[in-house]
């Protein structure tokens, strides 16, 4: 079965500083899917990225980065020179199995405080 | 562009009470739509999810039910409901499995 493992319940940040937010995932399948998802305060999930099994590259927008690792099963997520603005819950999450499904299993999620 | 609506908001229901959430997207056609639920604190976990027009998966035993009437609407149904029910709850869509999904705003349900 898949999993999904946010190790970092809460962090706290100054503005300014880089932060980094750690998944790691565990799956049998060879194809699959990472998403990130922030999720403010407001409660709605907001989608940030899709990453497929075969694309290992990183990817940067903006002051958001991603770093997929097959080799350590891991999907990172770097906030360069955070904003109060970044303050929310962002959860990591998993898709495979069969085309129709695909549905997400989501980590436990990570707190981010951004103090001014 | 395409637009998901969750209604109501919050919602405050006696336990025992019947419960009804409605999801309607828009601006697209056939899309897989989805039933989460997440507890205070925690990961969203999934409840039911749709590929078309009455049919309906069933992730995890509970005394919830869902249905899709029509093409782009999702409901989520309980006879009676639990006090372990309360919850947010939240939908989503996508164009097919592999594409990301999009979130409607959720409904926050207390059971008294």
């Known amino acids: 079965a898949q999993k999904v493992t946010q190790a970092q319940t809460e962090i706290s940040v100054v503005e300014k500083e880089d932060v980094t937010l750690d998944c790691v995932y565990e799956?049998?399948?060879?194809?699959?899917?990472l998403f990130w998802y922030k999720q403010p305060p407001s409660g709605e999930l907001v989608f940030l990225i899709r990453r497929n099994s075969f694309d290992e590259q990183n990817e940067i927008s903006g002051r958001y980065s991603w770093n997929f690792q097959k080799s350590t099963s891991s999907f990172n997520f770097t906030i360069t020179a955070s904003q109060v603005v970044d303050s929310a819950v962002y959860f990591c999450a998993l898709s495979e199995g069969d085309t129709g499904r695909r549905a997400l299993t989501f980590g436990s999620g990570t707190r981010l405080q951004v103090q001014p | 562009s395409q637009t998901i609506h969750q209604w109501p908001a919050t919602l405050v229901q006696p336990v025992g009470s019947p419960l009804s959430l409605e999801c309607t997207v828009e601006g697209t056609s056939n899309p897989n739509l989805y039933w989460y639920r997440q507890a205070a604190g925690r990961g969203l976990q999934l409840l039911f999810y749709?590929?078309?027009?009455?049919?309906i998966s069933s992730e995890v035993p509970q005394n919830l039910s869902a249905s899709r009437p029509q093409d782009r609407q999702f409901i989520l149904s309980s006879k009676k409901l639990l006090l372990s029910d309360s919850g947010f709850y939240l939908c989503?869509?996508?164009?097919?499995?592999?594409?990301?999904?999009?979130f409607g705003d959720g409904t926050r349900l207390s059971i008294l």
């Open positions: 799956t049998r399948d060879t194809t699959y899917y």
């Open positions: 749709s590929v078309g027009i009455g049919q």
């Open positions: 989503a869509w996508s164009l097919n499995g592999d594409q990301p999904q999009h």
